[in-house]
């Protein structure tokens, strides 16, 4: 007899990314480091805007409850300024330390 165990319930990050033109792009998934690798060209798939704009360094991470959380987190995020965006990133970097 095969025992059913429950699926395991996907863990959503928004991410921000510092691309090499120092420029910052900003999206959702469910395994940043993967997806960094895609950005990067390692594996396929990616986003156009960091295509052309490689390296890409991984800056920022923040976990959220499900997909539609991290869809509105992403778009607060990708409504803010610059300035904000830096200074987003040095809250979390000292939380983090």
């Known amino acids: 007899m095969v025992e059913d165990s ?3 319930v996907a863990q959503w990050f928004v991410y921000i990314l ?4 120092n420029s910052l792009y900003t999206g959702v998934t469910t395994d940043p480091e993967r997806r960094l690798r895609e950005h990067n060209g390692e594996l396929v798939g990616g986003a156009r805007y960091t295509r052309a704009r490689r390296p890409v360094t991984l800056v920022y991470t923040e976990v959220c409850a499900n997909r539609s959380e991290a869809g509105r987190r992403e778009a607060a995020i990708k409504s803010q300024s610059r300035r904000q965006k830096l200074a987003l990133m040095a809250v979390r970097t000292e939380t983090v330390r």
Not at 18 to 21: G, H, K, S
């Open 18 to 21: 510092r691309c090499a033109d």
């Open 6 to 8: 429950p699926s395991p």
